[in-house]
Nanobody
Framework: QVQLVESGGGLVQAGGSLRLSCAASRGGILSTYAMGWFRQNPGAEREFVASIDWTNTRTYYGDSVKGRFTMSRDNAKNTVNLQMNSLKPEDTAVYYC?????????????????WGQGTQVIVSS
């Protein structure tokens, strides 16, 4: 199992930007995995944000973030990134990255076998 760690979260005002990163602390090369970003608030279900298939040919976004968020890979650094622009208060959540070995970029969190611990994003009004 690949071990993942997220970074880049923080406090930002509405309209601002943040860039999240997900790295493999041990156990795998992320280019062989579909990678996903999910977010979750207390008492709520985990929400799909973005994903990219393991072949790096297809990218998917949740309806609430389309046009504002961009997911990408940096294989030289063995990381995946989530660029978040035009942030809104409703984007406030803990953001998690996940890995699915040779996956197709499913939006279903239960199909990912490895998860990071999350990074907090707070967007103030």
């Amino acid at each position: 199992q690949v071990q993942l760690v997220e970074s880049g979260g923080g406090l930002v005002q509405a309209g601002g930007s943040l860039r999240l990163s997900c790295a493999a602390s041990r156990g795998g090369i992320l280019s062989t995995y579909a990678m996903g970003w999910f977010r979750q608030n207390p008492g709520a279900e985990r929400e799909f944000v973005a994903s990219i298939d393991w072949t790096n040919t297809r990218t998917y976004y949740g309806d609430s973030v389309k046009g504002r968020f961009t997911m990408s890979r940096d294989n030289a650094k063995n990381t995946v990134n989530l660029q978040m622009n035009s942030l809104k208060p409703e984007d406030t959540a803990v953001y998690y990255c996940a890995a699915d070995w040779r996956g197709g970029g499913t939006t279903t969190p239960t199909q990912y076998e490895s998860w990071g611990q999350g990074t907090q994003v707070i967007v103030s009004s």
